[in-house]
């Protein structure tokens, strides 16, 4: 296999990895508050995705919808399921040993996908919207994919800024400082967690919405979102919120890479390899350490 | 470590001799369970070594059957080994594999190994659809045809003999005492002078032999493997949720578990796939919720047993 890689097709890489990296950024930010809050890895953070995508999915078919329409709708369906899964479940872990929290959230994981796979079967579905490309010179960008990137950008800064500079917000990133110093200072920190698993799995939501556009949608498609939100995390340095941003562009740019000089087969596991890389040489991630 | 009471002892041998003599008056579909059963056996004991024992979750233990099926297909298709001794090689792969995650992940604490392991089987499954000429990709291997089940009844009750037995010795040696003292508490094990990472990586390498080996027995039973059916996430949940219920951290929890699920997803779940893997997810919530230390957890306490069962 010979083939000769010519600049416009890398820079078609280059602009496929940055729009692949918002949402891969925005969808990890949802895993990194809920870790950030509570050191709680939800491992049910892509089923959660999942479920987005089928909220979009369902919504678009039986009421005939716009499916960028349906974005609030899915966001505020799963932020209920989050709230309600923390409410019931999580809250009991937050202070167990990690092997509580990983094996619960993993349990949930199965629960979500097997519910989905009685609930939806598991055909594959798709929402075929806004299908064809922008074509720029000898660049074609995939419309819908530009869409994603658009609106996960706009999500992604409406995130940093209602952390940045609301009160909820300061809140949340306080209880992420510190538990005991944030409830010394009257935050109400169980209801800090609510907020946070909703927010968490809102964001997860977003990023089903979005790719239910653009991917064969199915009750499988989730679990591969928890382990790459978690390499953005790692890329980016746990606990760092706008490292995400970094580690998702990466993520992108890497796998896009991968696809162009290998196959698409291995672009999977390039962005393993990746992991294993970082964790190796710089395990506090590219940005350091805890700053949030 | 301990020698267990005469009564005990006795009690295993004659346990052991039933197994044994059992195909002599079993029916064909009663010593393949059976074969099914030391397998699970094997596997449950061996997530118990690590995630057990350490309590660093593997969400990918599968990926060590898998490679162990793999080496051993390969070596009997490509290089006419013997079944036996492909099998063995099929855990020294699984340990080289344990030993290449082990090393970047372990050497942290918190929850990165469970998320490499998480990744570890999409990622050789891809790589095993890849290397087409050695794996034969997406059409899988096929093993030339042989009539061993009964060796390999034998093979594999041995595998989750020594798996048992193994778990036995380490709970009840110094090593043992001091996985759990990582588990329990890792930053007062370094202060205590545990080499943490030597340990947590030296528990990895062991729970990846059984696997190994276990997969290449599996793979020749089968005559036919393909990456879909030696990397499935499900064995990986059966093998936690075997260990969740019988017990963590115990001897006799994942041969608990492992018996007592195996015959009731024969029996009853075996029919309703989805309904079978809900049931799995919701049996892992509630055990973590409401009976962390499992069935085996609860008779300690309540008919005080030692804590070495």
């Known amino acids: 296999m010979n083939v000769v890689i010519t600049p416009a097709m890398v820079g078609q890489v280059v602009v496929s990895g940055i729009l692949a990296g918002a949402l891969y950024a925005m969808v990890a930010l949802g895993l990194a508050l ?47 399921v989050g709230v309600l899964l923390q409410r ?17 959230t993993f349990g949930v994981s199965i629960a979500l996908v097997n519910l989905a796979q009685l609930g939806f079967s598991s055909d594959l579905r798709a929402v075929e919207f806004l299908t064809g490309s922008f074509v720029a010179g000898p660049i074609a960008f995939s419309k819908s994919r530009v869409v994603a990137f658009l609106v996960a950008a706009a999500i992604t800064a409406g995130a940093f800024l209602f952390l940045k500079s609301t009160r909820l917000g300061k809140a949340i990133r306080a209880t992420s400082q510190s538990r005991e110093v944030a409830m010394v200072c009257g935050i109400n920190v169980q209801r800090i967690h609510l907020l946070t698993f909703g927010l968490g799995s809102a964001l997860a939501a977003a990023g089903g919405t979005l790719i239910a556009m653009i991917v064969a949608i199915q009750p499988e498609m989730g679990q591969v979102w928890t382990f790459k939100s978690f390499l953005v995390i790692v890329l980016g340095g746990a606990g760092n919120y706008p490292g995400a941003l970094l580690g998702g562009m990466l993520l992108g740019l890497v796998e896009q890479l991968a696809a162009l000089f290998l196959t698409t087969q291995l672009s999977e596991a390039v962005a393993y390899v990746l992991l294993v890389v970082v964790l190796l040489v710089r395990p506090t991630g590219l940005l350091g350490g805890r700053q949030t | 470590v301990s020698v267990p009471r005469p009564a005990v002892l006795l009690l295993l041998v004659v346990a052991l001799a039933a197994v044994a003599v059992y195909p002599a008056f079993g029916t064909g579909y009663g010593v393949r369970s059976m074969l099914q059963l030391f397998m699970w056996i094997a596997l449950a004991g061996s997530w118990n070594l690590i995630s057990g024992l350490t309590g660093y979750v593997s969400f990918g233990h599968v990926a060590f059957f898998g490679i162990g099926a793999y080496a051993a297909s390969i070596l009997i298709t490509k290089a006419a080994w013997p079944w036996l001794l492909a099998s063995l090689a099929g855990g020294v792969a699984a340990v080289a594999l344990a030993l290449v995650i082990g090393w970047p992940c372990l050497r942290l604490k918190g929850p990165y190994f469970a998320i490499a392991m998480l990744g570890l089987n999409e990622v050789l499954r891809a790589l095993v659809s890849y290397f087409e000429g050695l794996t034969g990709g997406g059409f899988g291997l096929s093993l030339p045809t042989l009539q061993a089940t009964l060796p390999i009844y034998y093979v594999m009750g041995a595998v989750a003999v020594a798996v048992t037995a193994l778990t036995y010795l380490i709970i009840t040696s110094r090593f043992g005492l001091r ?61 936690i949720v075997m260990v969740l219920f019988g017990g963590k951290g115990t001897v006799w929890g994942p041969v608990l578990g492992a018996v007592v699920l195996f015959f009731l997803q024969e029996a009853v779940w075996a029919r309703f796939i989805y309904l079978h893997q809900l049931l799995f997810g919701a049996i892992i919530i509630a055990v973590v919720l409401l009976m962390p230390r499992g069935v085996l957890g609860l008779l300690q306490l309540k008919y005080r047993l030692p804590r070495t069962i």
């Open chain 1, 88 to 104: 019931t479940l999580v809250f009991r872990v937050v202070d167990a040993p990690e092997l509580s929290s990983l094996l619960l």
């Open chain 1, 34 to 80: 809920i870790f950030g809050v509570m050191r709680v890895i939800n491992i049910a953070h892509g089923p959660l995705l999942m479920l987005g995508a089928y909220a979009t999915y369902f919504v678009y078919s039986v009421t005939g919808l716009n499916p960028y329409a349906t974005l609030p709708i899915s966001m505020a369906a799963l932020f209920a």
């Open chain 2, 179 to 239: 996985l759990m003292t990582i588990r329990e508490d890792e930053i007062a094990a370094e202060a205590m002078g545990i080499d943490t990472f030597r340990h947590k990586l030296m528990a990895l390498l062991l729970s990846a032999v059984g696997p190994g080996v276990v997969g290449g027995l599996a793979a020749r039973d089968q005559g036919y493997i393909e990456p879909i059916s030696v990397f499935p996430l499900a064995t990986t949940i059966t093998m």
